[in-house]
């Protein structure tokens, strides 16, 4: 089963009559190739239509859609000699975070991102893509062998957040993430970090401090979700829509705020309607990214990633 | 003691909890939350907010904590003319900001400054849970590097008391931002070998306990502070199954290996100072 989203109904039912038509004009001696041409012509404007003017909620429910493309379908694309390598060498290993070696463009790179499953049974064994500390510091184990070998490391974020749980706690869910923050401002290797789909929090944040960051079109990246947020400021997470609106979520609100750097553009209808296609547009902004930040002096990278996070917020003085 | 004076004025062995609670004279008094004895207001702040019948820490305002460790006359205040904006448009937020400002005579949920503590000259950055539950937003997020970025210049110290309930949901992803930023000005700092120590107070929570709380060179917490990541109801929904009573207590740290030591705060000088002569002053190689 396809998932079809609420706000694309009237394309998906539009493009299944050209389809019925088609399948009509084959089978039977009538011929209706210019009704399917008119209506091939109103499909276009009308994807224009619903994918041009897509609705916060809209951009949501597309990064969370169940065929989104995940961190190895990318890695998968873009990557070649790619190598997983597991564990934190402290506790275990999380399965919500893959890790591991490669090479972009013939040149080694270490590459890190949260895992969702593509099903049930693999949701359960990456818990979802909500990593446990083990699974930060594993990634955390991963970047510091990448400085100590020279090779730029991407990362691709996309979790709705740290796993809350007992355990995640007692092994320190705050430090883990803490410290991936602390020292991913001093790694002496580029940095690029790509929102895919959910950048939820400090989870998301975690995997998150580089020297560019990106998102694709349709992916978030928020303090909160937009339920968690209508439930605390509203105690209703039944308004989640308008949190959507209201919290700026959105690719282009981040633009606005001037936390990410470029908006990688999406396919009309979403990244999962063809992987290879979306990760074209994603190798461009990747390689750019690299090419300005490969020969860059390491005092240089590592002062002008300390600039760029220095200038976000938003206040005034007296 | 004063339950002797209120026993004896009002011959009572014991006062009904509901009663007492009505009868306690609003601002001049004040209940323990633990013991449910009643202390004059006066006698819980010499005993620096520390119940004198069960050794519960009520919470501090900053400028108590300041008092309470710094040397007379020696406190110098940093960046008190950042304001808060409203870069999402909430409505009401600079209302609340502003409501806040008033309540607590700060200008945010932080105090940064520099102050010498017996003598070691130290910066530091007090949080103060009573504005917005001490919640990062960009005024706290900025102080707080800059304090940070101070102290490396400086080559002094950096010390913070933490009391937060995390992000300022009404500054989004900024606030989130903030976490990044404090935490590379702390990078920074410890690169060029500064001495910083956290210490968590009630609450320390989501964001801030996840960025500069948990990373200094030594960390500590006062005793039954709330200290973690995750709400502790969104993981009892998530994992359905009961949690123990010490769950997230500075003790519940202390134990799973996160803490240096939980400190009384009538010790709180003195160790801090012992760990100050102990880095002899803390500075850092030129
Ligand atoms: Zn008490």
């Given at each position: 089963m396809k998932q079809v989203l609420e706000f694309e109904k009237p394309v998906m039912e539009l493009r299944e009559k050209i389809a019925e038509l088609k399948k009509f004009t084959a089978e039977s001696d009538m011929d209706l190739t210019s009704e399917i041409e008119t209506l091939e012509q109103r499909l276009v404007k009308l994807e224009e239509d619903v994918y041009g003017n897509m609705k916060p909620w809209d951009r949501v429910q597309m990064a969370r859609h169940a065929e989104r493309p995940t961190t190895l379908d990318y890695v998968k694309e873009l990557f070649t000699h790619f190598l997983e390598f597991h564990g934190d060498r402290l506790y275990g290993d999380d399965e919500a975070i893959v890790s591991g070696v490669a090479k972009y463009k013939g040149k080694p790179v270490t590459v890190i991102g949260h895992q969702r499953g593509k099903d049930t049974k693999e949701n359960i064994r990456r818990n979802f893509g909500m990593p446990h500390p083990e699974g930060y510091r594993k990634a955390l184990r991963h970047m510091k062998q990448a400085e100590k070998f020279n090779r730029p490391i991407i990362c691709f974020i996309d979790t709705k957040g740290a796993y809350p749980g007992k355990a995640a706690e007692e092994r320190g869910q705050s430090e883990a993430i803490a410290r991936n923050l602390m020292e991913m401002a001093g790694l002496r290797v580029p940095i690029i970090c790509i929102v895919i789909g959910e950048g939820g929090s400090g989870g998301a944040l975690a995997l998150g401090v580089g020297d560019r960051i990106h998102m694709l079109e349709n992916s978030t990246y928020s303090v909160i979700s937009p339920e968690g947020a209508a439930a605390l400021l509203w105690k209703d997470s039944g308004l989640a829509q308008k949190a959507a609106e209201t919290m700026m979520i959105t690719s282009y609100d981040l633009k606005k705020l001037q936390v990410i750097d470029d908006i990688i553009p999406e396919l009309k209808g979403g990244a999962h309607r063809d992987v290879a296609l979306q990760a074209t547009e994603i190798d461009h902004v990747l390689n750019q990214s690299l090419q300005e930040l490969y020969d860059l002096p390491k005092e240089e990278l590592l002062e002008k990633r300390w600039e760029k996070y220095k200038q976000i917020g938003d206040y005034s003085t007296l | 003691m004063l339950k002797d004076f209120f026993s004896k004025k009002?011959?009572?062995?014991?006062?009904p909890r509901e009663e007492a609670k009505q009868e306690i004279p609003e601002g001049l008094m004040q209940k323990c939350p633990n013991c449910h004895k009643i202390f004059y207001r006066k006698e819980l702040k010499k005993n620096?907010?520390?119940?004198?019948?069960?050794?519960f820490h009520h919470q501090m305002t900053a400028r108590e904590r300041i008092d309470s460790l710094f040397d007379e006359h020696t406190f110098e205040e940093w960046d008190q003319n950042i304001i808060t904006e409203n870069p999402l448009g909430f409505p009401d937020y600079l209302e609340k900001v502003e409501k806040d400002r008033e309540k607590t005579g700060l200008n945010e949920a932080v105090v940064t400054g520099k102050g010498k503590m017996q003598g070691f000259e130290t910066a530091f950055a007090v949080m103060d849970s009573r504005f917005r539950m001490g919640s990062m937003g960009s005024v706290v997020g900025e102080k707080i590097a800059r304090a940070i970025e101070k102290a490396k210049e400086q080559k002094i110290p950096f010390i913070i008391f933490t009391a937060s309930g995390g992000a300022r949901m009404q500054e989004g992803v900024l606030s989130l931002m903030q976490m990044t930023k404090t935490s590379i000005a702390i990078k920074r700092f410890s690169e060029a070998g500064g001495l910083m120590i956290s210490v968590m107070t009630h609450p320390t929570t989501g964001g801030v306990s996840a960025s500069f709380a948990s990373i200094g060179d030594y960390n500590f917490a006062e005793p039954g502070a709330l200290i973690g990541f995750a709400g502790r109801r969104i993981i009892e929904q998530t994992i359905r199954e009961e949690l123990p009573e010490d769950f997230q207590t500075a003790e519940f740290l202390l134990k799973h290996g996160h803490l240096d030591q939980v400190i009384e705060r009538q010790d709180m000088k003195e160790v801090l100072t012992t760990l100050l002569d102990i880095h002899e002053g803390g500075a850092q190689p030129s």
């Open positions: - | 009002k011959k009572y062995a014991s006062i620096l907010n520390v119940c004198p019948n069960c050794s």
